[in-house]
């Protein structure tokens, strides 16, 4: 079975305070694409980032980076220096199989909360 | 606005009423989806679609729903005799396939948020 855990629910953190969200993962492939979304208040989920499983390496965009570790099956979304604008529902999500098909598994999601 | 199209926004039914929810994906994908979301909850797969042929269907879709690409461009989602547990919001995505896999990320519209009373 295909699972993504996203343990916390909501995290509140002030302006330019550092903050991770976590995701961890269950897939018996061994090719498989995880991905961030991000969900405004508007309700569209915007794409953040796509990794494979071949790929640990991590990566930065910006204020964003990502911490992809195989061996805990775990990848982790690091906001530097939050701002307002980033309050958001985060979604961690998964797709298993090297067939690509674009069935997302998505977790139950994170709600940041970033205070002025 | 050349991103993933969905219409209605808002709909409020009354229970057993049909309702039917349109999508126009980005021109050139010819992947599209449904998903569900349920409030607090991540979105649930549903159906795709490679240009008007409809490869998967979830177990979640009962014999109620019927999802369609006619011409491969814009899809509809049709909900018949809607229950009160169908008040979700229902989530349009497209993405370019070549080769059999998905190329790149899947672009979501903003939703069709549906309410049955």
């Known amino acids: 079975a295909q699972k993504v855990t996203q343990a916390q629910t909501e995290i509140s953190v002030v302006e330019k305070e550092d903050v991770t969200l976590d995701c961890v993962y269950e897939?018996?492939?061994?090719?498989?694409?995880l991905f961030w979304y991000k969900q405004p208040p508007s309700g569209e989920l915007v794409f953040l980032i796509r990794?494979?499983?071949?790929?640990?390496q991590n990566e930065i965009s910006g204020r964003y980076s990502w911490n992809f570790q195989k061996s805990t099956s775990s990848f982790n979304f690091t906001i530097t220096a939050s701002q307002v604008v980033d309050s958001a529902v985060y979604f961690c999500?998964?797709?298993?199989?090297?067939?690509?098909?674009?069935?997302?598994?998505f977790g139950q999601g994170t709600t940041l909360q970033v205070k002025p | 606005d050349t991103g993933v199209s969905q219409n209605p926004r808002h709909k409020i039914t009354k229970r057993g009423q049909n309702v039917t929810f349109r999508c126009d994906p980005i021109s050139e994908h010819n992947r599209l989806y449904w998903y569900r979301q349920t409030l607090g909850q991540g979105p649930e797969f549903l159906t795709y679609?490679?240009?008007?042929?409809?490869?998967?269907k979830s177990r979640l879709l009962s014999d109620r729903f019927s999802a369609e690409r006619p011409k491969g461009s814009f899809s509809t989602l049709e909900i018949q005799r809607t229950e009160q547990g169908d008040s979700a919001m229902y989530l349009c995505?497209?993405?370019?396939?070549?080769?059999?896999?998905?190329?790149?990320?899947?672009?979501f519209g903003e939703g069709s948020r549906l309410t049955v009373l």
């Open positions: 990794r494979n499983s071949f790929d640990e």
């Open positions: 679609f490679q240009n008007e042929a409809q490869l998967e």
């Open positions: 999500a998964l797709i298993g199989g090297s067939s690509n098909t674009g069935k997302l598994i």
């Open positions: 897939t018996r492939d061994t090719t498989y694409y």
């Open positions: 995505a497209s993405s370019l396939a070549a080769g059999g896999g998905m190329t790149g990320e899947l672009f």
